[in-house]
């Protein structure tokens, strides 16, 4: 037999074999009831369910036997109708945290009652789910990240890929032993981890290559101040001897400090502060989301150094190990908001300018 390889007629074909399907075992129900046999075994021997037995019966004792000939479609009009597309409209400009306020919100708005099921069925259908907020500072100026991003990030990333400098991006991260990271794991019943109780935190400032993704680091287990970043510095001076290195960074005061400056200046280091407020620019941020979900997401250390080498191992097997997942964080593409603070899509042809 051939085979089908056409979509649509593989579409066709299925529809077809059951309304066979559903047909036959009408019409096998409709002869077994017409000659007399119980309900019971008429069902059971045709394999339609009861419900649908006692409407066949209705149908042959009416007299409308073509009624076991027709296919329902199976779905039913929609209830909202036409006001499907102001809802979508009203659930993207609010705040709907419950299935119960959109339906109250849709009831004051339309007079409709609509139960939750068949309003979730509405949501799912329109591409709407239960998704968590993401953080976004207040005072940040979109505007100006998007200028930074397009007239001065932009073109430092393209030299970088050109091999014409190092482009690097800094910051710190600070893990606290004892704070609780639970996480989430695939399992039937809930699970519980244990944590520490006490505070300890280790710090950790890196740097991150834009191109190679190798990192750089400095710890320690008392606060980053100027003297972590000026041994930063001095560090990259030395990997990257005789090479344009550029840093971008935020503006944390130990970061903007003239100890900082002059040693960058020194050095022949040029740094890049980025807009206040963007930590959505600043892409080892992405960096640090990864460590703590490899390496503390459902994981219980019992003790500060094992905590402290769990870290460094995570961030040396990250380049080692798992450069790929590097790739994927440290590209091009960031995320810019409009002057609501909603999402603006990555639009690829700031990439290749006409």
Known sequence: ??????????????????????????????????????????????GICEKSARKYRGMLNSGDSCGLLRISSGTRPSKLGSVEELICAELDKGMYRT???IKLKVKELFGIEISRGRLSVFLKA????????????????FA????????????????????????QYMDAAHFVYGTPTPGAVYTKIRRAIRTFNGRLRHNVLASVDFVTKAV???????????????????????????????????????????????????LGILLGYLPTYSPNLNLIERFWKYIKSEVLNAAYLDSFDKFKLAIANGIHDSFTYHKDRLDSLFTFKVQLFDDQGLSIPFDHALLFPS
């Open 99 to 101: 299935l119960r306020q």
């Open 1 to 46: 037999m051939e085979t089908l390889t056409n979509p649509k007629e593989t579409l066709i074909q299925a529809l077809t074999l059951t309304f066979c399907k559903t047909v036959i075992k009408r019409i096998v129900f409709a002869v077994l009831y017409v000659y007399g046999v119980g309900l019971p075994e008429a069902v059971a021997f045709s």
């Open 216 to 266: 750089t680091t400095v710890a320690n287990d008392t606060y980053i101040t100027a003297v972590e970043v000026v041994a930063m510095l001095e560090k990259l001076a030395v990997q990257y001897a005789g090479k344009t290195i550029v840093i971008i960074l935020d503006n944390a005061r130990y970061q903007r400090c003239e100890a900082v400056k002059a040693c960058a200046e020194r």
């Open 144 to 167: 100006e990240q998007r200028r930074y991003y397009r007239e001065e990030m932009m073109p430092l990333m393209a030299a970088a890929k050109r091999n014409e400098l190092v482009l």
């Open 126 to 141: 329109n591409g709407y789910r239960i998704l968590r907020c993401a953080s976004l500072p207040a005072k940040a100026d």
